[in-house]
């Protein structure tokens, strides 16, 4: 996704006497319907002529689409209940009336152009967009996505990363976020939607939907591993997202800051794809409990640790990928087990 920048418009200050005519030739530039632009500045208007007079009453103003006049009306409200309402002078209010009018139209065109940003960003939630590093402030990131401003917190942010600001960043929007100066959106590059989308974008086969992505566990930073099926005949889902030589493989970790990205094949054979979760481990038994949902492994002592991993992160991502609790058995030469270790 491209969020571009609009280009800039330039609007001539109107004058109280052609403030309608402007209005309309405005309205009918920008596509916005002519009564919604006048109830905004009429509105406007009312709360400028308040704040410059301070009279009595509910002020409304009306602008005589004709003329260009104005005309300024107090409501009060009786203590009995009656209203009484009063034409208020506005020849002293003309010209701060036209640079209300002028200040109000703009806001109002930026207003729209702004949800119509947000509006976008929603539409296109969870597709990567690419961006520049503007600034860096109490640890979140700032990303310039062209018309909208992308936020990257430090929990959404590859852990040891260094962004620097100027330099083009690739991030997944997540959130559209409300702010009165810009449209705003939580981007990411922690989550898993993001690595989905980087496999998207480099293995083919996924977009073309002959390669299915099952599951993705991640800690980012550290490690992932990517469950991967495939709906053709003789088409190796893992070879596919590696791609020759591994080229693919090497292009989605130059992306994640050379965090260690495992492809395993998914089956729905439930031992089957917990043995294969704990690559490069090779077990030499599986057994489920699926009331239970754990899966029993055993593995040959020599790769005890490997099918651990470094702090139990292989094995902690192997269970958030399949769903099951796994406990392993480390066994001797003649399948004696001599350790356990369980994630």
């Known amino acids: 996704m491209t969020l571009s920048r609009a280009g800039s418009r330039s609007h001539s200050e109107p004058a109280t006497e052609s403030l309608a005519e402007a209005l309309t030739a405005l309205c009918a530039e920008v596509g916005i319907p002519f009564e919604e632009m006048l109830h905004t ?7 400028a002529y308040a704040r410059a007079f301070s009279p009595a009453g509910e002020i409304t103003v009306k602008l005589d689409t004709k003329t260009g006049g104005l005309e300024v009306r107090s409501r009060i409200v009786r203590t ?29 065109i930026h207003d729209l152009e702004r949800e119509k940003v947000l509006r976008d960003v929603a539409e296109h939630k969870g597709e990567l967009a690419s961006g520049v590093v503007d600034r860096i402030e109490m640890g979140t990131v ?45 981007v990411s590059r922690a989550s898993r939607m ?7 974008a480099e293995v083919p086969e996924i977009k073309a939907g002959t390669v299915q992505v ?6 980012p930073g550290l490690r992932t591993k990517i469950a991967v099926s495939s709906s053709q005949v003789g088409l190796d889902p893992v070879g596919a997202c590696v791609g020759p030589k591994g080229v693919r493989h090497r292009a989605i970790l130059s992306e994640l800051a050379s965090e260690h990205v495992d492809v395993v094949p998914w089956s729905d054979d ?10 490069p481990a090779k077990p030499d038994a599986v057994t489920i409990d699926r009331m239970t949902r ?3 492994v055993l593995v040959p002592r020599a790769q005890l640790s490997l099918a651990i991993g470094r702090d139990g992160q292989n094995a902690r991502l192997a269970a958030k990928l399949t769903g099951f609790r796994i406990d392993i058995k480390a066994s001797d030469a003649d399948g004696e087990v001599v350790a356990e270790s369980t994630a």
């Open 294 to 296: 754990t899966a029993t």
């Open 194 to 200: 993001f690595v989905h989308r980087l496999l998207e």
């Open 142 to 186: 700032y990303v310039d996505l062209g018309r909208a401003e992308g936020v990257m917190p430090p929990e959404e942010q590859i852990p040891g990363e260094q962004l620097i600001p100027g330099r083009p960043v690739l991030v997944v929007l997540m959130e559209a976020q409300r702010n009165a100066r810009q449209a705003q959106v939580r």
């Open 270 to 279: 439930a031992e089957a794809f917990v043995a294969s979760s704990l690559g």
């Open 41 to 47: 500045v009429e509105g406007a208007l009312a709360i």
């Open 214 to 219: 099952r599951g993705i566990a991640r800690e």
């Open 80 to 108: 009995d209940g009656s209203e009484m309402v009063e034409m208020l002078p506005s020849e002293d209010f003309k010209r701060l009336a036209a640079q209300t009018a002028k200040h109000a139209v703009l806001r109002h």
